[in-house]
């Protein structure tokens, strides 16, 4: 025995669950059930070891570009059937954030808390009390989130589970489908030329350097492509072989929806920008999910993320700032807008907010380094048009709250002349470059008169009730006002129409035509000979406006169906436009299927769509066809609100008084578009 000091003491790699519990040594190794089961007589079972298996934060995996971004979105195609393109597959993208560098290395989960939060100062006074312990809190609001709380290390798995889960079905639906490559650029093309400069809530380059690497979100690129296909003109629609316009705009609106429903992006930015694109969608009266649905949503998490406080934030880089004050403002326009057309109250309110107006600074872009003839350059004329547009819808909040409050029955004449003042101020401090007749491109005739047509419809809304219920017989100051901004519109819609530009227009052009257009009704009305021949002229340039938009926008047709069903015959009858083309009556209600070069708007009785919004939904191309059949696409019966024959009764239902239009209904009509 004398090598016993140097014998080592051997030990089991590995005990059953009844040594376990009671600590002794076993042998299940060498035989199973062990000798201390088998003298217990019990189950000698073997338990499953939790080495290395608890969960661990683990570094993101770094993005690794790829070379061609179209190679792998070739792997798998599918037909679909009535659209033409092969929409192709995109390999998910990496979980992390993509707007700027800065915030994909410092990312931290963070609770956003007002002033009013009796959390704040608690944690005002622990900063005091403890300094070290106060400066891990980086901003004055914003508090990071335990880690403990924190969804990366708690119901990981669960979450991870329902995430694959929610990706096989939304893959097998076809929400990570696209369009082929060329399409694509089309479109994508398309929201830089026309959207990007109105609504600039993208950072262009990081956007360009995302989609060339592949590691774009699924949400923004399908709202973007739903942007893009409501935008472009109609000869690159028809080089995308989508059969009608309104079928591919749902379809991609529905696989975005889908998206967002399963509540795929995790990154807040990434959602509240697409959240903003799905906003232009425009269903009926009878459905939940409309522009101002879309949009309070949008609102709501943008102020869950504190930015109507950002004055208050520290920000990574100047970078984040700017993108972060583009987003806000371009929420603020259209919350005013919006507001102001449906007549609801805006969801934002001046003394909420904590925000510093939008400066040209702010909207200038960084340089793409890509594909420029996709993503586009940045032109002199689009830094000054969000900034200039902010300015006014500010003072279209003023108006609002000043003449239209519920509270506030009777319009103030000095609050009247005050606003009128802030409207000639900013009027006589708009920059050189889009002021009327200085466009020297398309772009700049396009964002000048979008610019012009917004300010008109100031001086429409602030002198409209003059106008509607003058002091006098007669036309006279200051309701004379609200008819000449009218004639300045039609002028803006003329020249945009001139150059195929009105479609390009964003949605608030609808409100500012159709504006224009009651204006110009009401005093044809009223007035006689010559000029009422030029307000009949000018409500047609309106109506041919709105029907322009009706390619880009679907447009509140029932709302046109009773503004026309306010008009007596002689006045409805005149504002018609010419109808060259007569469908026959026995294809009313049927979906065509011709080009849109040949296709014929026709109008139908029933002028509701049944948008699947409920139900399950397959969002694959094949099944999109199918259930597009059954949509009454807004293009499909729209023509007939202008296209009347001699018996129009069918349009009007039983034939209208010949009373004068009333005044009341159509200031009322105003509030829905």
């Not at 076993?26 to 199973?32: I, W």
């Not at 257009?517 to 005093?523: D, F, N, Q, S, V």
């Not at 014929?600 to 597009?628: E, F, K, M």
Request: net charge neutral; charged share 20%; hydrophobic share 35%.
């Amino acid at each position: 025995m004398a090598d016993s000091p140097h014998r080592t003491r051997s030990r089991a790699r590995q005990a059953c669950l009844h040594c376990n519990r009671r600590r002794i040594k076993c042998n299940v190794l060498s035989q199973r059930p062990c000798d201390n089961c088998i003298s217990q007589n019990v189950p000698c079972e073997l338990g499953v070891s939790k080495r290395g298996k608890y969960p661990r934060k683990k570094p993101p995996a770094p993005i690794t570009p790829r070379s061609e971004f179209d190679t792998p979105l070739a792997d798998a195609t599918q037909s679909a059937r009535g659209e033409g393109p092969l929409p192709q597959r995109i390999p998910m993208a990496p979980r992390t954030p993509w707007i700027t560098p800065e915030s994909a290395s410092s990312a931290q989960p963070t609770v956003f808390l007002g002033e009013s939060s009796p959390l704040t100062c608690v944690i005002d006074e622990g900063r005091r009390s403890s300094p070290d312990k106060g400066s891990a809190l980086k901003t004055r609001l914003h508090y990071a989130i335990p880690e403990r709380l924190d969804l990366t290390s708690a119901r990981d798995d669960a979450m991870r589970a329902h995430k694959a889960q929610m990706e096989s079905q939304l893959s097998s639906a076809g929400a990570f489908s696209y369009p082929p490559l060329d399409t694509r650029e089309t479109l994508l093309k398309a929201y830089f030329d026309w959207f990007h400069p109105c609504f600039p809530i993208l950072d262009r380059a990081a956007v360009e350097q995302s989609y060339s690497q592949g590691t774009i979100s699924p949400l923004l690129l399908q709202s973007m492509l739903f942007i893009g296909v409501s935008l472009c003109t109609d000869d690159e629609f028809a080089r995308t072989n989508f059969a009608i316009r309104y079928h591919a705009k749902f379809l991609f609106y529905s696989r975005a929806k889908a998206l967002y429903d399963a509540d795929w992006e995790t990154n807040k930015t990434v959602k509240l920008q697409s959240i903003f694109m799905l906003s232009f969608w425009r269903g009926g009266p009878s459905e939940e999910r409309d522009t101002w649905s879309w949009l309070g949503v949008a609102i709501s998490l943008a102020q869950k993320r504190g930015m109507h406080m950002m004055s208050k934030f520290s920000f990574h880089s100047p970078r984040e700032a700017k993108l972060w004050k583009r987003i806000w403002w371009a929420l603020y326009i259209r919350d005013q807008q919006s507001a102001a057309a449906l007549g609801l109250p805006p969801r934002i309110r001046d003394e909420d907010c904590a925000v510093a107006i939008l400066q040209p600074d702010d909207v200038w872009d960084d340089e793409v380094a890509g594909e420029k003839h996709i993503f586009g350059t940045q032109c002199a004329t689009e830094v000054p048009y969000p900034v200039e547009m902010a300015k006014l819808a500010r003072i279209l909040h003023n108006i609002v709250s000043s003449q239209y409050l519920p509270v506030h029955p009777t319009r103030e004449t000095s609050s009247r002349a005050a606003l009128c003042q802030q409207i000639c101020d900013w009027e006589a401090q708009i920059p050189e470059e889009l002021k009327l007749d200085r466009g020297t491109t398309p772009k700049a005739t396009f964002l000048a008169g979008l610019l012009h047509m917004t300010y008109n419809n100031l001086y429409i809304l602030l002198y409209r009730s003059s106008f509607l219920y003058p002091p006098h017989e007669g036309l006279e100051q200051p309701g004379q006002a609200a008819l000449d901004a009218a004639t300045r519109s039609t002028r803006i819609i003329e020249d945009m129409l001139s150059h195929n530009l009105v479609q390009h227009g964003p949605t608030h052009l609808i409100t500012h035509a159709f504006s224009t257009l009651c204006i110009h009704t009401i005093h044809c009305r009223r007035a006689s000979g010559t000029t009422r021949k030029l307000a009949e002229h000018r409500a047609r340039l309106c109506l041919l406006g709105l029907q322009e938009l009706q390619k880009s926008w679907d447009l509140e047709n029932w709302v046109l169906d009773l503004f026309f069903r306010c008009l007596d015959d002689c006045t409805a009858r005149n504002l018609r436009l010419p109808d060259h083309t007569h469908p026959g009556t026995d294809a009313r209600h049927s979906v065509s299927n011709e080009t849109p070069e040949t296709y014929t708007p026709r109008y139908s009785d029933d002028i509701t769509t049944n948008h699947p919004t409920d139900a399950p939904l397959d969002l694959s191309p094949q099944a999109a066809s199918v259930a597009q059949a059954d949509l009454s696409a807004p293009s499909e019966w729209f023509g007939g609100l202008f296209n009347f024959t001699d018996d129009y009764t069918d349009v009007l239902g039983t034939a209208p008084s010949q009373e004068p239009s009333n005044l009341q209904n159509l200031e009322f009509l105003y509030r829905f578009l």
